[in-house]
């Protein structure tokens, strides 16, 4: 199996901060990654696909990039509804394989 | 009405069969796969399989093999996840999610809470 390995696993931030997220696959996925947003009692979101690609909808202040083995997700300028955990997952390989989360804290 | 919807929460005892299901609306539900995936309490999110309703076509992740059952009716465009023998463990939210012609999972079931105990 192909092992995400998500950091950190969780985070301290107020508004306006920027969080960074990294994702490192064990072996290449190509651009096969997506990042989803849940919070407590939701189901996930898709917030990005193919590593950088913004679902319609989802505010530009979400952002993805990488390709290979790593990738990194940014929120360039943190907001209120944006505390909750975030996962990657690729699904380049079966079988597909989530990061183990992150949780993004109020500080 | 939201593409995946899932059937009720159940609270069963140890040894017992379940299965749980989550009908596709307002679409083709023979064009798109549909994966499980698993959230146990206060975890992260583990993938346990997927299939294709126009054929059957069933992956696994090497986790859930032989500990679960996937099936899908298409004519009633329903997907199913089934166990024969539950165990506490099997306590958690499992969601059903549809696999988009690019290959994320855009449409999400509301989940499906089992709780196991005796």
């Known amino acids: 199996d192909i092992q995400m390995t998500q950091s950190p696993s969780a985070l301290s931030a107020s508004v306006g901060d920027r969080v960074i997220i990294t994702c490192r696959a064990t072996?290449?996925?190509?651009?096969?990654l997506a990042w989803y947003q849940q919070k407590p009692g939701e189901a996930p979101k898709l917030l990005i696909y193919?590593?950088?690609t913004l679902k319609s909808g989802v505010p530009s202040r979400f952002s993805g990039s990488g390709s290979g083995t790593e990738f990194t997700f940014t929120i360039s300028s943190l907001q209120p509804e944006d505390f909750a955990t975030y996962y990657c997952?690729?699904?380049?390989?079966?079988?597909?394989?989530f990061g183990h989360g992150t949780n993004v804290e109020v500080k | 009405e939201a593409p995946l919807v899932q059937s009720g929460a159940e609270v069963k005892k140890p040894g017992e069969s379940l299965k749980i299901s989550c009908k596709g609306t307002?679409?083709?539900?023979?064009?798109?796969?549909i994966g499980w995936v698993r959230q146990m309490p206060g975890k992260g999110l583990e993938w346990m399989g997927i299939?294709?309703?126009?054929?059957?076509?069933?992956r696994y992740s090497p986790s859930f093999q032989g500990q679960v059952t996937i099936s899908a009716d298409k004519s009633i465009s329903t997907a199913y996840l089934q166990w024969s023998s539950l165990r506490a463990s099997d306590t958690a939210i499992y969601y059903c999610?549809?696999?988009?012609?690019?290959?994320?999972?855009?449409?999400w079931g509301q989940g499906t809470l089992v709780t196991v105990s005796s």
């Open positions: 999610a549809r696999r988009e012609a690019t290959g994320e999972s855009d449409s």
């Open positions: 307002g679409y083709n539900f023979t064009t798109y796969w």
């Open positions: 299939i294709h309703p126009a054929d059957s076509d069933t």
């Open positions: 072996l290449s996925i190509g651009s096969w």
């Open positions: 193919k590593a950088s």
């Open positions: 997952q690729q699904y380049n390989t079966y079988p597909w394989t």
